[in-house]
């Protein structure tokens, strides 16, 4: 049902005054703090109007009014006003980013700290690989005296950016020549056919056949044990909210996020196309409490995605901070991987 532009109006503040003070609100806080122009009775009319229509409810007949799931999903979908992070913010993912800017790996990986640092909730990480991804960049520059960095791009993700050891009397022309040539051997490949490419490379390029099983290996020991990972951070921090003083919605929440196959349940479906997707309550009859959200994003850069982050916590989320941070954070790391490459 279509809503009338108070009633928006003011179902807008309570779900923004709720998730700010974790109180019910009232038609006289209403009027006193955001409507001072419109007469009590009236919100109060307004107020009841709301509760009908299935959008707030009453915790207690002489309460305020908290917010239904439906309210949220309106709010999310058409109340919520877009916020940029402050430059504090901004200066903390940089940092932190900026800190592991020579290991691509771990710039991903610590994107999940980030979040849950800035939002104050349990953020959760996704990324999923197939054998049937085909490779589209493979590059191998030298690190150190014996260590050269190793990078695989597929069609669909970063799969790994790690170091692998050289011959000590390598030159960098050497290693330049290996890396285009082991990369005209992969290139265009599927993960699952590169078993089979040791006797082509033997024929082509025998002379740095150990850089050659060090990609080899690299890649396979990518296809067997990381072809989904699942990272968490800041699990604990779900009690740093009021609504979460009751053991069984602890039990319950704790439930889902020890498990990393729930997780991968949750963060798996994710529709590449959609930058910021929402869930709320559990909508999707999966393994999230119905007293919870997910907010996700999935990052790419250049056509090459990352991986799927997101956070996860009480109905009484700020929507719009989670958003501002994924928002963000998916900028900066891009800007970042781009200005490395």
Not at 132 to 148: G, P, T
Request: aromatic residues 6%; hydrophobic residues 40%; contains cysteine.
């Amino acid at each position: 049902m279509k809503l009338s532009e108070r009633k928006k109006k003011i179902l807008q503040i309570v779900v923004d005054d709720y998730i700010a003070t974790a109180q019910p609100v009232s038609s006289k806080s209403i009027t006193e703090k955001y409507m001072k122009d419109v007469s009590s009775a009236t919100v109060r009319s307004e107020l009841a109007g709301l509760e009908e229509l299935g959008f707030l409810t009453q915790l207690h007949t002489s309460s305020g009014r908290v917010p239904s799931i439906e309210a949220y999903k309106m709010y999310v979908a058409e109340l919520m006003e877009k916020s940029n992070l402050s430059l504090k913010d901004v200066g903390t993912i940089k940092q932190a980013f900026q800190n592991h800017a020579d290991n691509l790996e771990a710039v991903v990986q610590n994107t999940v700290k980030v979040i849950s640092d800035l939002t104050d909730y349990t953020s959760i990480a996704y990324t999923s690989h197939s054998a049937e991804d085909k490779i589209v960049k493979l590059e191998i520059f030298r690190y150190k005296q014996q260590q050269a960095l190793l990078l695989i791009v597929t069609e669909n993700t970063l799969i790994r950016d790690r170091f692998i050891d050289i011959p000590l009397e390598m030159t960098d022309e050497q290693i330049a020549e290996a890396s285009r040539v082991i990369s005209k051997l992969f290139v265009g490949k599927k993960l699952k056919e590169i078993n089979s490419l040791g006797n082509a490379f033997e024929s082509e390029f025998s002379a740095y056949r150990s850089i050659f099983d060090s990609v080899m290996w690299a890649i396979e020991d990518y296809i067997v044990n990381n072809n989904s990972k699942v990272l968490l951070e800041g699990e604990n921090k779900i009690l740093n909210h009021p609504e979460y003083t009751d053991a069984e919605k602890v039990k319950n929440f704790l439930t889902v996020v020890s498990s990393k196959n729930k997780l991968a349940s949750l963060l798996s479906e994710e529709n590449d196309d959609i930058e910021i997707n929402i869930k709320i309550g559990g909508e999707e009859g999966k393994d999230m409490p119905k007293d919870c959200s997910l907010v996700t994003a999935s990052y790419s850069v250049s056509g090459v995605k990352l991986g799927t982050y997101g956070v996860i916590g009480p109905l009484r989320m700020d929507y719009q901070k989670v958003v501002s941070v994924l928002e963000g954070v998916g900028q900066i790391l891009e800007d970042l991987i781009k200005n490395k490459k």
